[in-house]
């Protein structure tokens, strides 16, 4: 069974996301990082970069292919975790915490109401797994 | 259990692995004819291939295309195996069966009953040999032996497609998951671990092995593959001869080996540029286990393959800085 925190919300694309006041702050789940296997290379979004709500915000690569990071929300990117281009396998490592992709200044915190609770999303992972 | 890709790689390139390979062909050539037969059907020089081994070979069509990439085995004078890939067996039976002609050959598809195990790495000898009686010390490079591993029929090649030293095993596919477990059993103590496709192409890419449909295809001749080493235009006449001599006069484009400076991952398909100018493309492209570095082989215009030539690879309309290396990224280990 994969790890779901229970405090966070996450998407059908298996991403997650914190919320900090008008910050969120996203990254892959424990299933994504699993079904990638080994992380060699994060492609991160530039600093003040606007990104759409289910649009491209980075790239994560695994020796075998290159996966698409939805953005959760609509906003601005204020901070990439750059730790990640020197050592991509923290996200196999630590998805939750230090293997965070981006910071992003939320532009309408209306849209985090369509994201998914951590019991909706157990589900979904429940029946891909299958 | 299969691990990951990487942990894989290097448990092959510093222990040893087993691959189910199964998939591929096998297609026997027998009878008195067999060796004009092969000089005609393949673009090496069949009679430099002696007894009991093994060599690299290719099939070209008449326009020089490359119909496969194969490894042949001489049994003896009337009698060789060609190991082809999966998705060509049919294609290449169906080429050899229309050239035929007068030729005093019965050529015979045994891939369905025959299973193929790889062990490859630098402990594989010593695991095979827990299972054999004969001794595999006398196995050189690329020689193989009939005889039987725990009774069972098996040709043992020391041969392989990792850049290790290692065997090729053929054996008939009924016995083929009591064999595969036995080596997991054996090689237990040797930390022998079952690797995939993921591992295997990884592997080959290192040491620039083509692979079909990717460095090589019915559009892509062996001499613009890099590959010339196999192509003698000087033996006896072949199919694709003609049309190989007129390429080699002319030869427009050839395939590289690169390595990225920045970081990135260079895939199948991404353009290659030289000064903004498109020049290529890539044919295979990984993040290499052992490097630890984007890697890739290329087929550019020729003028801009040389060694040293510093090129841009676009990934997801970025360009990424690149430089032409010489192959292979890692150097046969083996014996």
Same mark, same amino acid.
């Given at each position: 069974?994969?790890?779901?925190?229970?405090?966070?919300?996450?998407?059908?694309?298996?991403?997650?996301?914190?919320?900090?006041?008008?910050?969120?702050?996203?990254?892959?789940?424990?299933?994504?990082?699993?079904?990638?296997?080994?992380?060699?290379?994060?492609?991160?979004?530039?600093?003040?970069?606007?990104?759409?709500?289910?649009?491209?915000?980075?790239?994560?690569?695994?020796?075998?292919?290159?996966?698409?990071?939805?953005?959760?929300?609509?906003?601005?990117?204020?901070?990439?975790?750059?730790?990640?281009?020197?050592?991509?396998?923290?996200?196999?490592?630590?998805?939750?915490?230090?293997?965070?992709?981006?910071?992003?200044?939320?532009?309408?915190?209306?849209?985090?109401?369509?994201?998914?609770?951590?019991?909706?999303?157990?589900?979904?992972?429940?029946?891909?797994?299958? | =259990?299969?691990?990951?890709?990487?942990?894989?790689?290097?448990?092959?390139?510093?222990?040893?692995?087993?691959?189910?390979?199964?998939?591929?062909?096998?297609?026997?050539?027998?009878?008195?004819?067999?060796?004009?037969?092969?000089?005609? =059907?393949?673009?090496?020089?069949?009679?430099?291939?002696?007894?009991?081994?093994?060599?690299?070979?290719? =099939?070209?069509?008449?326009?020089?295309?490359?119909?496969?990439?194969?490894?042949?085995?001489?049994?003896?004078?009337?009698?060789? =195996?060609?190991?082809?890939?999966?998705?060509?067996?049919?294609?290449?039976?169906?080429?050899?069966?229309?050239?035929?002609?007068?030729?005093?050959?019965?050529?015979?598809?045994?891939?369905?009953?025959?299973?193929?195990?790889?062990?490859?790495?630098?402990?594989?000898?010593?695991?095979?040999?827990?299972?054999?009686?004969?001794?595999?010390?006398?196995?050189?490079?690329?020689?193989?032996?009939?005889?039987?591993?725990?009774?069972?029929?098996?040709?043992?090649?020391?041969?392989?497609?990792?850049?290790?030293?290692?065997?090729?095993?053929?054996?008939?596919?009924?016995?083929?998951?009591?064999?595969?477990?036995?080596?997991?059993?054996?090689?237990?103590?040797?930390?022998?671990?079952?690797?995939?496709?993921?591992?295997?192409?990884?592997?080959?890419?290192?040491?620039?092995?083509?692979?079909?449909?990717?460095?090589?295809?019915?559009?892509?001749?062996?001499?613009?593959?890099?590959?010339?080493?196999?192509?003698?235009?000087?033996?006896?006449?072949?199919?694709?001869?003609?049309?190989?001599?007129?390429?080699?006069?002319?030869?427009?484009?050839?395939?590289?080996?690169?390595?990225?400076?920045?970081?990135?991952?260079?895939?199948?398909?991404?353009?290659?540029?030289?000064?903004?100018?498109?020049?290529?493309?890539?044919?295979?492209?990984?993040?290499?286990?052992?490097?630890?570095?984007?890697?890739?082989?290329?087929?550019?215009?020729?003028?801009?393959?040389?060694?040293?030539?510093?090129?841009?690879?676009?990934?997801?309309?970025?360009?990424?800085?690149?430089?032409?290396?010489?192959?292979?990224?890692?150097?046969?280990?083996?014996?």
């Amino acid at each position: 069974m994969s790890n779901i925190p229970e405090q966070l919300k996450y998407t059908k694309d298996h991403e997650w996301i914190k919320i900090e006041e008008d910050i969120g702050i996203v990254g892959i789940t424990d299933y994504a990082q699993n079904q990638l296997t080994d992380v060699v290379f994060v492609e991160l979004p530039e600093i003040g970069k606007q990104v759409e709500k289910d649009k491209n915000l980075a790239n994560v690569e695994s020796v075998k292919s290159v996966s698409d990071v939805f953005s959760p929300i609509s906003g601005e990117v204020i901070e990439a975790n750059e730790k990640l281009s020197d050592s991509p396998e923290t996200i196999n490592k630590d998805c939750y915490g230090e293997g965070w992709i981006a910071k992003i200044k939320i532009k309408d915190k209306a849209e985090l109401d369509s994201l998914m609770s951590a019991e909706d999303y157990k589900k979904l992972t429940g029946s891909e797994s299958h | =259990m299969y691990s990951s890709v990487i942990d894989e790689h290097l448990t092959t390139r510093t222990k040893a692995a087993i691959f189910d390979v199964s998939h591929m062909g096998e297609l026997m050539i027998e009878g008195k004819g067999s060796i004009t037969f092969l000089q005609n =059907m393949i673009t090496r020089d069949i009679n430099k291939l002696k007894q009991g081994r093994c060599f690299y070979a290719v =099939m070209c069509n008449n326009n020089g295309g490359t119909i496969d990439d194969l490894f042949i085995y001489r049994f003896n004078d009337n009698k060789f =195996m060609l190991v082809v890939n999966a998705g060509t067996i049919d294609k290449d039976f169906k080429h050899l069966i229309a050239n035929k002609e007068n030729y005093e050959v019965e050529i015979k598809n045994i891939s369905d009953e025959t299973a193929k195990i790889d062990v490859q790495g630098p402990e594989a000898e010593k695991i095979i040999q827990k299972l054999t009686r004969y001794s595999l010390e006398e196995l050189k490079r690329f020689e193989f032996k009939e005889t039987t591993i725990q009774n069972t029929q098996t040709i043992i090649s020391r041969s392989g497609y990792t850049g290790e030293d290692g065997f090729e095993l053929y054996l008939k596919k009924e016995k083929a998951a009591e064999i595969w477990n036995n080596i997991l059993e054996a090689g237990k103590e040797h930390n022998l671990k079952p690797a995939g496709l993921g591992a295997r192409d990884t592997l080959r890419l290192e040491c620039c092995y083509s692979l079909y449909g990717h460095e090589l295809s019915e559009h892509i001749n062996p001499l613009e593959a890099g590959i010339s080493f196999t192509v003698k235009l000087e033996k006896q006449d072949f199919i694709g001869r003609k049309a190989l001599e007129k390429i080699k006069q002319s030869q427009k484009k050839l395939n590289i080996a690169f390595e990225l400076v920045e970081r990135g991952i260079p895939r199948e398909h991404y353009k290659v540029l030289k000064d903004n100018k498109e020049i290529g493309y890539v044919t295979s492209g990984t993040m290499s286990p052992i490097l630890k570095k984007g890697i890739g082989m290329a087929l550019v215009d020729i003028d801009h393959s040389e060694i040293g030539t510093e090129i841009d690879i676009n990934i997801r309309d970025k360009l990424y800085k690149a430089v032409i290396v010489k192959k292979p990224f890692y150097s046969y280990k083996g014996k």
